[in-house]
């Protein structure tokens, strides 16, 4: 019933940029807080970025500064926007979202993207 569809990971040298995409569709009553995840090989899924409704921002301290989260509400899209890339920063990446859908619109669930790789070179 929702789908969340990631784009924009690649291979970039370090100091370059990036920008992710994801776009959620289907049966969406509303849409609250937005998220962006990451995974390195051998490490648990982080917490990279997160933006409310309204636009409040939230980042994890070794991208802040150099990464910006934004939303489109009335796409349903949700931003990030990567600059001065390190190496540290090959993971895949997830976009995440808290959905009401329309068949149980009292019922708040989080829904995934199916990811997309980022890697950085030296």
């Known amino acids: 019933q929702v789908q969340l569809v990631e784009s924009g990971g690649g291979l970039v040298q370090a100091g370059g940029s990036l920008r992710l995409s994801c776009a959620a569709s289907?049966?969406?009553?509303?849409?609250?807080?937005m998220g962006w995840y990451r995974q390195a090989p051998g490490k648990q899924r982080e917490l990279v970025a997160a933006i409310t409704s309204g636009g409040t921002t939230t980042y994890t301290d070794s991208v802040r500064g150099r990464f910006t989260i934004s939303r489109d509400n009335a796409k349903n899209a949700v931003y990030l926007q990567m600059n001065s890339l390190k190496p540290e920063d090959t993971a895949v990446y997830y976009c995440?979202?808290?959905?009401?859908?329309?068949?149980?619109?009292?019922?708040?669930?989080?829904?995934w993207g199916q990811g997309t790789q980022v890697t950085v070179s030296s």
């Open positions: 995440n979202a808290e959905i009401r859908t329309s068949s149980y619109p009292t019922l708040r669930q989080y829904y």
């Open positions: 289907g049966s969406i009553f509303s849409i609250n807080t």
